[in-house]
């Protein structure tokens, strides 16, 4: 407790908005590097990498975790032409030092956002083309090659998703702003198929290989600006192909709160509570509550 105090009393002066920590945050954002706790879903989401320690509800253990991904560059095509294209690889690594689930994993792959359609603004003067669609649809996907080293294997997993974006107020996308125009809120519905190779998933040395589809909704909402934000992250999925004894509807929710000391946007320390069966946890139900120290970028 003296320890979060501490955070809690220095996070004005060392993180303020004049810092070198701020400085350095802007010029990685200006180089399109990112970090967050995984890149699952859009490189926007608000989702801050963190060191946690955890109650598992389900056992009596407590232990730490990590989630930390890294987006290292971007790479943008069909500039200038309405539509966005772009690239990025990405790097995450996952630990767990719970007895009943050890995890410690590393993954590297390559994602793409596709924006096929421009958008129209709501904001521009009459007489200026306003070309566009109102709402467009936003193509995601994702490959992924992670290293297990607690079963000591190589696990892979494709991904595709498929969004909306749009300008206008209240539509997916949009990012609510106040009148200093600090970030409100914003939200991402998905609807997407994922396909997995897994050796070792539930008998050793055989390779469970098989996909699902999903919905998933993300929500990031930010109660006092720049300093509480609450993120509320919910998936469905069902496993379409599979003659394994891995259950066949895979719910999972988690939702989180975290307080950014000195109306920072990088340091903060949160909680968050996740109830369901979880991809990392070899689609085993999990019910867990974490304090968290968390950083994004």
């Known amino acids: ?29 200006e ?45 943008e095509l069909l500039k200038n032409t309405g539509s966005s294209l772009l690239f990025y690889p990405k790097v995450e690594w996952h630990k ?51 290293r297990n080293f607690i079963e000591d294997v190589f696990e892979m997993k494709l991904a595709a998703q498929v969004s909306l974006v749009s300008n206008y107020k209240f539509l997916p996308g949009y990012i609510f702003r106040d009148k200093e125009k600090n970030f409100l809120a914003r939200y991402y519905p ?7 190779r897994l050796p070792d998933l539930i008998t050793k040395a055989h390779t469970e290989k098989f996909s699902t ?43 989180s709160i975290f307080f950014y000391p000195g109306r920072q946007e990088v340091i903060s320390i949160g909680y968050e509570y996740t109830h369901g069966y979880d991809t990392y946890s070899k689609f085993q139900l999990i019910q867990l509550s974490s304090l968290k120290l968390s950083v994004k970028i």
């Not at 979060?4 to 954002?29: M, Y």
């Not at 998905?190 to 997995?196: L, M, N, P, T």
């Open 96 to 146: 767990s030092t719970d007895s009943t689930d050890l995890k410690n994993k590393i993954d590297g792959g390559l994602n793409f956002e596709f924006i096929p359609f421009g958008l129209k603004s709501p904001d521009l003067p009459g007489g200026i083309p306003n070309k566009g669609l109102i709402l467009a649809p936003w193509i995601q996907g994702s490959s992924s090659v992670r």
């Open 190 to 196: 998905y609807i997407g198929y994922e396909y997995y």
């Open 1 to 29: 407790m003296l320890c979060l105090w501490v955070f809690i009393t220095l996070c004005p002066a060392v993180f303020g908005q004049d810092s070198t920590i701020i400085r350095l945050k802007n010029w990685l954002e």
């Open 31 to 75: 180089k399109n590097f990112s970090i967050q706790k995984t890149f699952d879903g859009s490189r926007n989401e608000n989702k801050p990498a963190s060191i946690a320690f955890q109650e598992n509800h389900r056992s009596p253990n407590d232990f730490f975790h990590l989630d930390l991904g890294i987006k290292l560059s971007e790479l």
């Open 213 to 255: 589809v999903f919905v998933r909704l993300f929500f990031d909402i930010w109660i006092v600006p720049r300093a509480v934000q609450f993120n509320l992250d919910g998936t469905y999925r069902r496993i379409i192909n599979n003659d394994s004894a891995i259950r066949t509807r895979l719910p999972i929710m988690a939702s």
